[in-house]
């Protein structure tokens, strides 16, 4: 198994930044994936960015590029979201998801393992 915390959440004004943080215990050695997601109200949960485990290939959301980065530490088993120039359409809960999958997972399924997501709220 694989636990997931999501650190970083807040409220933050339009043009600001945040930077969240997901921090893996357990069996982190079956990590291939990690992955960002966000959850709007009333909407269904979106896939924001994903890194793979060399930290070189990443791939994001058309809504979200060249305004987000996501990066890891393996030495500490983090995943990070930079997020700036925050629009008031970015928030939502954002989750941290584990896939043990190669390549650049984009979906819900292919991720086996979460967290418990922290609140975004961008004020315009």
């Known amino acids: 198994q694989v636990q997931l915390v999501e650190f970083g959440g807040g409220l933050v004004q339009a043009g600001g930044s945040l930077k969240l943080s997901c921090a893996a215990s357990?069996?982190?050695?079956?990590?291939?994936?990690m992955g960002w997601f966000r959850q709007a109200p009333g909407k269904e949960r979106e896939f924001v960015a994903c890194?793979?485990?060399?930290?070189?290939?990443?791939y994001y959301a058309d809504s979200v590029k060249g305004r987000f980065t996501i990066s890891r530490d393996n030495a500490k088993n983090t995943v990070y979201l930079q997020m700036n120039s925050l629009k008031p359409e970015d928030t939502a809960v954002y989750y941290c998801?584990?896939?043990?999958?190669?390549?650049?997972?984009?979906?819900?399924?292919?991720?086996?393992?979460w967290g418990q997501g922290t609140q975004v709220t961008v004020s315009s």
């Open positions: 998801a584990a896939s043990g999958l190669l390549g650049t997972p984009r979906v819900e399924s292919e991720y086996a393992y």
């Open positions: 357990g069996r982190t050695f079956s990590i291939y994936t």
């Open positions: 890194i793979r485990r060399s930290g070189i290939s990443t």
